[in-house]
């Protein structure tokens, strides 16, 4: 059984940083493709970033494009996404998730399988 977990959200002041970790279990972490997620109250579900099994290709969201830096780290079994300049239209649910292939192959939700329950991110002005 495949076990996704988010951690490292929380409250920060505008223009601060945070840095989210995504724990993977159950799966050879290395044999697939994984990205972030938010979900802001009332709003859709929406990309953030992505990266390649290897962490080599990599996208992100024009929203976040040079704030945000998604990485991973196979050897822990781990994501990263690394969060500067926060901004308070960044608050939001931080979702981790699997995709189905070794490179990412788009950004809508339903091309991910295993999800975390999300990790609470909270940009104070």
């Known amino acids: 059984q495949v076990q996704v977990v988010e951690s490292g959200g929380g409250l920060v002041q505008v223009g601060g940083s945070l840095r989210l970790s995504c724990a993977v279990s159950?799966?050879?972490?290395?044999?697939?493709?994984m990205g972030w997620f938010r979900q802001a109250p009332g709003k859709k579900r929406e990309f953030v970033a992505a990266?390649?099994?290897?962490?080599?290709?990599?996208y992100y969201a024009d929203s976040v494009k040079g704030r945000f830096t998604i990485s991973r780290d196979n050897a822990k079994n781990t994501m990263y996404l690394q969060m500067n300049s926060l901004k308070p239209e960044d608050t939001a649910v931080y979702y981790c998730?699997?995709?189905?292939?070794?490179?990412?192959?788009?950004?809508?939700?339903?091309?991910?399988?295993?999800w975390g329950q999300g990790t609470q991110v909270t940009v104070s002005s």
């Open positions: 990266l390649s099994w290897s962490g080599e290709s990599t």
């Open positions: 159950g799966r050879t972490f290395s044999s697939y493709a």
């Open positions: 998730a699997t995709a189905r292939g070794m490179e990412v192959s788009g950004t809508s939700p339903l091309q991910y399988d295993d």
